[in-house]
């Protein structure tokens, strides 16, 4: 699929152009992660992973996959990559952008939208 919008383009570029974000998007590619996950996996800081899982999930770059509880009752969010690669070209006053989804994250989305009653 070819990347249309402006901002996600603009997003795509800024998240690709750090090395941090790109730790994450690797992290949970082909696994839904906590943030804690992240943090002990990519040896990224506290506050640095928050801050920029944050960031992630308002461009949509990442979305959230579930939500645990955990035993002492608070609330877990597990996330994924939204996009598994991408194929960028500058050609004259033009930036395209191709990316291929990552059709698990994809398709739950779409089973959960088409379950709800």
């Known amino acids: 699929m070819i990347i249309r919008g402006q901002k996600l383009k603009q997003a795509i570029l800024a998240?690709?152009?750090?090395?941090?974000?790109?730790?994450?998007?690797?992290?949970?590619?082909?696994?839904?992660?906590?943030?804690?996950?992240?943090?002990?996996?990519?040896?990224?800081?506290h506050t640095t992973a928050y801050r920029k899982i944050k960031w992630l999930l308002e461009e949509g770059l990442i979305v959230i996959d579930k939500v645990q509880i955990t035993q002492d009752g608070k609330k877990l969010s597990l996330f994924r990559s939204v996009l598994?690669?991408?194929?960028?070209?500058?050609?004259?006053?033009?930036?395209?952008?191709?990316?291929?989804?990552n059709l698990s994250?994809?398709?739950?989305?779409?089973?959960?939208?088409?379950s709800l009653d």
Not at 15 to 39: G, H, P, T
Not at 105 to 114: A, S
Request: charged letters at 35%.
């Open 15 to 45: 998240a690709l152009a750090d090395e941090e974000i790109i730790k994450i998007l690797d992290c949970a590619m082909y696994r839904s992660k906590s943030v804690n996950d992240v943090i002990k996996e990519c040896d990224i800081p």
């Open 84 to 101: 598994k690669a991408l194929n960028i070209k500058y050609e004259y006053n033009s930036v395209i952008i191709e990316a291929e989804q």
């Open 105 to 114: 994250i994809v398709e739950k989305i779409t089973e959960r939208f088409f």
